[in-house]
């Protein structure tokens, strides 16, 4: 059973607050990524993180940023919520970024509503 | 760029039914091959994978085979059952940067009607 938690599990906000997503794992995995996955469930990555210090943009373009002080917590950040953020956001992280079969470890998602 | 390919859904079948969704790849090199099954309100969770061609992954009554020749990692399952309703991912790794990062396909959500 993975060990990686994402909280809130839902957020509904109002349109110009900022908000942080959380997410840890127990794991010591080094590699942590950001999905956003919309209604049609395809997954997008939008930030990833080799380590402590490092981060880099995904595929697609988003306006949230992250961080990575600690192996263990990888949070994302939208300053100025807007309707269009509205969509679910998966943290996931795996051992290393130099082993093509390492499995990613999925959280349960953080589902965010933007009025 | 390296691509996943995977039927649209959704697959709606009555238990005991034979299952199959169709996944192909594009890639350079040899990637390794995954299926995930996202159940509702829950995260991504490996089912099984394939490091090479001609492997066969398990899990839980599902296989696939990656067939090189024919770009291809179909997941099947002999008999279907209604907690086997959710969506599936089939997925592959490639080099980025020098690091191996996953790309999805779009997922295929099954159904499976009592």
């Known amino acids: 059973e993975a060990d990686i938690y994402q909280t809130p599990r839902y957020l509904v906000i109002g349109t110009g607050k900022k908000i942080t997503l959380e997410c840890s794992q127990t794991m010591g995995h080094d590699k942590m990524y950001w999905y956003q996955q919309d209604p049609g469930m395809e997954l997008h990555l939008i930030h990833y993180?080799?380590?402590?210090?490092?981060?880099e943009k995904g595929d697609l373009s988003s306006e949230s940023t992250v961080s990575r002080i600690r192996t263990e917590h990888f949070p994302l950040t939208l300053e100025s919520a807007r309707p269009s953020h509205t969509s679910q956001y998966l943290c996931a992280s795996s051992e290393s970024d130099s082993n093509p079969t390492d499995t990613q470890y999925f959280g349960p998602g953080t589902r965010l509503t933007v009025l | 760029g390296d691509s996943v390919t995977q039927m649209e859904g959704p697959v709606t079948l009555s238990e005991e039914a034979f299952l199959t969704i169709n996944c192909t790849y594009t890639?350079?090199?040899?990637?390794?091959l995954f299926w995930y099954v996202q159940y509702p309100g829950e995260g991504l969770q490996l089912l099984l994978k394939a490091t090479k061609a001609d492997d066969k992954g398990s899990n839980k009554g599902f296989e696939a085979t990656y067939r090189k020749e024919t770009t291809s990692f179909h997941l099947e399952k002999g008999s279907v059952q209604v907690s086997d309703s959710a969506v599936y991912f089939c997925?592959?790794?490639?080099?980025?940067?020098?690091?191996?990062?996953?790309?999805f396909g779009r997922g295929t959500s099954l159904i499976v009607h009592p």
């Open positions: 997925a592959l790794t490639t080099v980025r940067g020098g690091s191996y990062i996953p790309t």
């Open positions: 890639a350079t090199g040899y990637p390794s």
């Open positions: 993180s080799y380590g402590v210090n490092s981060t």
